[in-house]
């Protein structure tokens, strides 16, 4: 059983956890616990360090879009997201349901609703008061201010005034030509202008420190706020879910036509003469093609997130496999023959380094040429174009590797199929393929990765549905709350790339004759 | 007191619970200016021995002992000759030897050196071969040089990881009587790890088979009385070479579990089936 | 008499580009004749040649002149009627042993029963003494193990001739003598031609009906051919008694010093400056060695 377990870990590339599974096992504990606080134990001091790092730095740089988030910001944000896809997929399923089950969501909501408005209620109140206190507690602070500042621009102003008049009236008396008096006359009208300059100034610090009063902060005031929105912003779910939950519901919609359909029908098996009928006939089938538009219709649920991120997962995949499905045989190809590795390799060696960001625009008028109706075709041309750009860039890797994986089969393992006289085929699937499988699947794990990448800068030029839209439609939206969320978008990036690779370490082992390790 | 002695010493691989006893209660003692060889099987723990014996590994039970004192790192005053030579590849032969000579001797001067290094290049016959690089050299002369490095560094005790093992039989016998010369002329405590039977009676003064692993230990030593210096033809003809020979090789062979659990089936017969001829087609 | 002249290898060239694109001969009219069921041994210096010798009578290398008769039949390329245990056991690593043999089994007796080559594999793994260790991969089995597989498969293939390429030099001296027995086993039933390159004079001896001892290369050739006076089958111990055997081998070994000396006029040292160039490996650090 815990060779099992160990053996799995170790399949799945996970190690790192082998001392844990050991630890549990009461073996050697002194040892294991050495190996736990430097494998595990390591790497989370280094994280919290990284957090920390992170935490001290972003407050202290603003942008346009506000504050660089914090983690914890990041994390509330990433939260949200999160609330939002589910209420989401509630709205969707309300949308579709009936019968008892709809009357006792029904019942559901409007509790919740009975009992979140009072709440509300009491939120706003305390906001109210609080927002009146935090006004006044500024006034008391603004209004010395204010007056001193009004002070200030009355003393300042009448000084210049006098200034001015006293200078007025030395240039009265001024003697014509004399160009040592004028030269000092210059020097005191620059006197003046310095002073003016500086009296502005002074009142410019002073109006800044009455606006740092009005922006002060008031941490409880904020705290209410942040929970009245909260309120608010279920509240207003929540009479959604009412909407969909009634008028806006499907049954309750087809159940509505139903009824109409049977006065309809009956006014058809009772209608008389030919006009007359004929009406009442095409009335019938207009309003069943009615209902059947209703039972057709679906929620129209927004890109959440989640559902970005499976988009993009899937359109990975589906580039991933047009490109291994190009690379793979063409590396056979080129492993097998010299002709046709030395008729590829310029071309393989001019399209290996070429950026996504040249292929997608290329690819997008190219698939654009042949879907003519973006909204009628089976696959979106967006997705398609992306997923050709992915396919584009990655099967570089796999395709190389296939072809040295071919061409280095072991010379005696070659001479065994030779002295066995194996025919083509045979000697293909028996000799060369399998012992260029670890190398096909090496390439094929970097093809991944490299996919993973092109995939989000495709995603975003291409506007198709995915991680890299999100990334885009958050950047134009510009405030402080999309910043977070892009952050979030940083994180879930990362980790599905890791996942992805981890998948393929595990299929790259399993493939491994010789149970090589494998790198991380 | 013994010069080199392995006292009950055990070592093991791998982690607890899948771990692997390579060498178990293994004890050794070896005398002054004595040549002993160390027999066994491929894959029973003779190159864990070395790096026991040379300090570069620590057994995890027992001690390993040199003049009385615990062995506990590698240095130059336990010299080992490996199987692959181990030459730097940018270096002539001369380089790599003085390589060596220079971290040993430091108090030599420049004069001392050469003469020093020379003497070792001559010992082995390599004064021809003395500028040039290991890539153009045969896999015989490379282990001459791995030797005479060896050798130059004035080791107290001189540890040969299985040297000849991966040179054809006639050079291997070539620098057996190589190895006979040198041992002659420039007398010190040798341990010799083989594979090859011959090579041992030929070269050592006591014989120490090692048995099958895992948890392989030495078995009791054969003396090998013959009279110094030795001569391979003369040996030949001799019984009492011949006789201990044959005692070890059957002690060996009889000792390899692997081979007495291999079944070989009479039972079964080959079907008389014609292959296909492709000459003919 | 075909019985006589099994193989028959005459006036064999073989000439490799040297460095400036000149044909150099490394073997240079080599001729042989091979009793059927006769067992050769071929011996030699490192690097003499004796490898390319025997990788053209496999067909795995080119004939640059002369001819190799097999049975009556000129060869052309690679054959299974003669099959080849090379130096490094070579087995495919993702099949088992049994898998292994069968492959090369499967295309040798395509019109037998399915009944008939599981026999035909499990006996040729059996009479190598792999009965209980069909089942295994390559990587879970010792060298010497490994190389018994690779005598298994070409032992299946029911060769007319069998070539053994210097089949133990990887192995260590003690699992040499192991596998030669059961080769000795082997040929001793089966009864099959066969052609060992060695560089081991006892090797030789042992396994061998006649030497042929082969001069330095470049343009090596037939020195000398020797027939070995044991009754088969041949109990290595009693052998080892005889003075013969000993005979035998000063014979072997001053052939071959002679063929040092002339080469280099007698000096006190072996000295070989050139690389090896041919497909001999034997001096090669062990890389692939399990």
């Known amino acids: 059983m815990k060779f099992k377990i160990l053996k799995a870990l170790d399949v799945a590339g996970l190690q790192v956890f082998d001392p844990v599974v050991r630890l549990v096992c009461g073996e050697n504990p002194k040892e294991q616990l050495r190996k736990i606080l430097l494998f595990i134990g ?113 003393k300042s102003r009448e000084d210049g005034k006098t200034r001015e008049a006293a200078l007025i009236a030395e240039a009265d008396s001024l003697p014509v030509g004399n160009a040592a008096a004028r030269e000092a006359f210059l020097t005191k009208v620059a006197e003046h202008a310095e002073k003016s300059a500086a009296d502005k100034e002074a009142m410019r610090d002073f109006k800044a420190k009455i606006e740092a009063a009005y922006t002060e902060k008031f941490p409880e005031l904020e705290k209410v706020r942040g929970e009245y929105n909260t309120y608010e912003e279920e509240l207003q779910y929540l009479s959604k879910r ?279 | ?122 010992m082995v016959s390599l004064t021809p071969a003395r500028d040039k690089k290991p890539s153009e050299l045969s896999g015989g002369m490379r282990q001459r040089v791995s030797l005479a490095r060896t050798l130059s560094m004035q080791p107290e005790v001189m540890l040969m990881d299985e040297p000849l093992s991966a040179l054809d039989a006639l050079t291997r016998a070539n620098l057996q009587d190589e190895l006979i010369r040198i041992w002659e002329e420039d007398k010190r405590t040798v341990v010799l790890i083989t594979n090859d039977v011959d090579e041992a009676v030929l070269l050592a003064d006591r014989i120490v088979p090692l048995t099958m692993g895992p948890k392989a230990t030495l078995a009791d030593d054969f003396e090998v009385t013959l009279p110094r210096p030795r001569d391979r033809t003369t040996l030949n003809t001799d019984q009492r070479f011949k006789k201990l020979r044959n005692e070890i090789i059957h002690f060996m062979t009889s000792m390899n579990k692997e081979a007495k659990m291999l079944r070989v089936d009479q039972g079964l017969a080959m079907p008389d089936i014609k292959p296909v001829d492709f000459t003919a087609a | 008499m075909i019985e006589n002249r099994y193989v028959e290898i005459f006036d064999l060239v073989k000439a490799y580009p040297n460095p400036f694109g000149e044909p150099v001969n490394v073997v240079e009219d080599f001729n042989l004749t091979i009793k059927k069921g006769e067992v050769i041994g071929v011996i030699g210096h490192s690097g003499c040649g004796k490898s390319t010798v025997l990788t053209m009578v496999a067909g795995l290398n080119e004939i640059t002149s002369g001819g190799i008769v097999v049975a009556g039949h000129e060869i052309d390329g690679p054959g299974p009627d003669r099959a080849v245990v090379f130096q490094s056991p070579c087995l495919l690593p993702w099949m088992t042993a049994y898998q292994n043999v069968m492959m090369g089994v499967k295309q040798v007796y395509p019109h037998a029963s399915k009944q008939q080559r599981r026999v035909v594999v499990e006996y040729s793994l059996s009479v190598v003494g792999l009965a209980d260790a069909m089942n295994k991969y390559p990587r879970e089995l010792s060298g010497g193990m490994q190389q018994r597989v690779g005598i298994a498969r070409a032992i299946a293939l029911k060769p007319k001739v069998l070539l053994l390429d210097e089949p133990f030099g990887r192995l260590d001296s003690l699992t040499r003598m192991e596998l030669q027995d059961v080769i000795l086993g082997i040929l001793d039933r089966e009864h099959i031609t066969t052609m060992i390159i060695t560089h081991d004079p006892d090797e030789a001896i042992f396994m061998s009906d006649r030497i042929c001892m082969m001069t330095n290369g470049p343009k090596a050739r037939v020195g000398q051919i020797m027939p070995i006076d044991f009754e088969r089958p041949r109990e290595r111990e009693a052998i080892m008694e005889t003075d013969k055997f000993y005979a035998y081998r000063q014979r072997l070994l001053q052939f071959l010093d002679d063929c040092e000396a002339e080469k280099h006029g007698g000096g006190p040292i072996r000295w070989d400056p050139e690389p090896e160039a041919t497909a001999d490996s034997a001096e090669e650090p062990e890389s692939s060695v399990v």
């Open chain 2, 1 to 122: 007191m013994p010069f080199l002695e392995m006292e009950n010493v055990s070592v093991g691989f791998g982690p607890e619970g899948t771990r692997t006893e390579v060498l178990h209660d293994v004890n050794l003692t070896v005398e002054e200016n004595e040549f002993i060889a160390i027999v066994g099987f491929s894959g029973s723990g003779k190159s864990t021995l070395v790096s026991l014996l040379s300090g570069l590994l620590n057994p995890d039970k027992g001690e390993v002992r040199l003049k009385g004192k615990k062995v506990t790192k590698p240095g130059p005053h336990l010299g080992i000759v490996f199987q692959n030579y181990s030459l730097l590849p940018w270096l002539s032969v001369y380089g790599n030897i003085e390589l060596a000579v220079n971290q040993v001797f430091t108090d030599f001067s420049r004069a001392q050196r050469k003469e020093h290094i020379e003497r070792y290049i001559e």
């Open chain 1, 242 to 520: 009412l909407d969909y939950l009634t008028g806006d519901n499907q049954s309750l919609k087809i159940s509505d036509q139903e009824l109409k359909l049977d006065e309809l029908q009956a006014a058809f098996l009772g209608a008389e003469g030919g006009k007359a009928t004929l009406k009442a006939a095409e009335k019938v089938v207009k309003q069943k093609e009615a209902i059947n538009r209703i039972a057709d219709s679906e929620y129209s649920r927004p890109w959440t997130f989640p559902r970005q991120i499976a988009r993009s997962v899937w359109c990975v995949f589906v580039g991933f496999f047009i490109g291994s499905a190009i690379a793979i045989p063409l590396g056979v190809l080129c492993g097998l023959s010299r002709v046709i590795m030395a008729a590829l390799t310029p071309l393989i060696a001019l399209f290996k380094p070429v950026s996504p960001i040249v292929w997608l625009p290329i690819v997008f008028i190219i698939v654009g040429g042949f879907i003519s109706d973006p909204e009628k075709a089976v696959v979106h041309p967006a997705f398609l174009s992306s997923a050709i750009t992915v396919a584009l860039c990655s099967l570089w890797p796999t395709l190389v590797n296939t072809a040295l994986g071919v061409a280095s089969v072991e010379k005696d393992h070659v001479n065994v199929a030779r002295v066995l006289r194996l025919g083509f085929f045979s000697r293909l699937f028996k000799i060369v393929l399998p012992s260029a499988l670890p190398l096909i699947f090496a390439g094929l794990r970097i093809s991944l990765g490299v996919g993973w990448m092109v995939l989000i800068a495709a995603e975003l030029l291409s506007s198709s549905e995915g991680i890299g839209k999100f990334v885009w439609d958050m950047f134009n939206n510009g405030s402080s709350q999309t910043f977070a969320q892009m952050f979030v978008v940083v994180f879930v990036v990362g980790a599905v790339g890791l996942l992805l690779d981890r998948i393929m370490i595990v299929l790259q082992r399993s493939v491994s004759f010789d149970g090589a390790p494998t790198a991380i």
């Open chain 1, 42 to 154: 390591v790497p989370i001091v280094t994280f919290l360090v990284f957090l920390g790092l992170w935490s001290y730095m972003a407050p202290r740089h603003t942008t346009k879009a506000g504050e660089v988030p914090t983690p914890g910001v990041v994390l509330d944000a990433a939260d949200g997201i999160w609330t939002f896809h589910v209420r989401e997929n509630q709205k969707a399923q309300d949308f579709l349901l009936d019968g008892g089950n709809r009357e006792s969501e029904l019942a559901s909501v409007e509790a919740r609703i009975m009992e979140l408005e009072p709440l509300a209620a009491a939120a706003r109140e305390q906001m109210e008061t609080l927002e009146s206190e935090s006004k006044a507690k500024i006034d008391e602070q603004v209004g010395p201010l204010q007056a001193e500042y009004k002070e200030l621009r009355t």
